[in-house]
């Protein structure tokens, strides 16, 4: 079955995406290269992780 390019990631991979902005510290161009995806879609995916409390902690 082939997937279409706009396929947002599996709770496994937005995990990852995640893990790789916070923990891993690395910026939101990153691993939106690795998972094929926009810095954008990271950016939602960690706002919706964490909440509005961590983005404007972080600021």
Same mark, same amino acid.
């Given at each position: 079955m082939d997937a279409g390019k *706009?396929?947002?990631p599996t709770p496994n991979g937005r995990e990852q995406i995640v893990g790789a902005v916070v923990e891993d510290g690395?910026? *939101?161009a990153?691993?939106?290269r690795h998972f094929n995806t926009t810095s954008r879609?990271?950016?939602a995916?960690?706002?919706s992780?964490?909440?509005p409390?961590?983005?404007?902690?972080?600021?």
């Open positions: *706009n396929v947002l690395l910026t *939101n990153a691993p939106a879609t990271v950016t995916r960690i706002h992780d964490k909440g409390e961590f983005m404007t902690a972080t600021l």
